[in-house]
């Protein structure tokens, strides 16, 4: 298990140019896009932290406010909320900016679970995490509400 870490330590950043290939026939760019880079931007957050391979165990849900419009710069923004166990949560902010006018807009934001697993891929623990700002400790605390509701969810899906 690693020691206890700062959360900013495991803060990432990830970007990408949405591209026509990742598009709808309007120039929108699809959701699925997204979703699969802000897995990506939440694994290597989680990762960082763990130092472990990671496995997605949830995604809470995820309301896009605006449309990515290709050619837009895609903007990740993820870092670790709390560690439980084996699990941490992740949080994941996408921005888009246009690149010709410098406007930035918020796309979505989600939470992520990931489990962290050893060489024979079983759960293993993870080191805690250690929140420093006013931000973070609000995160952290409302990350063990969201874990309450998640985890019943689960149980209602698996009886
Ligand atoms: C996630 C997974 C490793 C959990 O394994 P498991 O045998 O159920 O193990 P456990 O019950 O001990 O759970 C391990 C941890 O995952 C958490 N967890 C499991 N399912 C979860 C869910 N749906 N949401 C949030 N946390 C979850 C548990 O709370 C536990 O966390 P903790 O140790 O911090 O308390 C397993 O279900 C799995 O491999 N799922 C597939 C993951 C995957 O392939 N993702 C990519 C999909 S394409």
Known sequence: MTEGKKVRESISEYSEIALPNDANGLGNVLGGKVM????LAGAMAAIRHARTTVV????????????????Q??????SVNRVFR???EVGVQVETE??????????????LTFVSL????????VGPVIPETEQEKRRYREAG?????RLALRHRLKT
């Open 36 to 39: 699969h880079l802000v897995d």
């Open 56 to 71: 997605t165990a949830s995604v809470d849900s995820m309301h896009f406010i605006h449309p990515v419009r290709i050619g």
């Open 73 to 78: 710069l895609i903007v990740l923004r993820s």
């Open 86 to 88: 084996t699990s941490m």
């Open 98 to 111: 246009n690149l010709m006018t410098g406007e930035k807009l918020h796309t979505c934001s989600a939470y």
């Open 118 to 125: 050893d060489k024979a891929g079983k759960p293993t623990p």
């Open 145 to 149: 509400e969201r874990r309450e509701y």
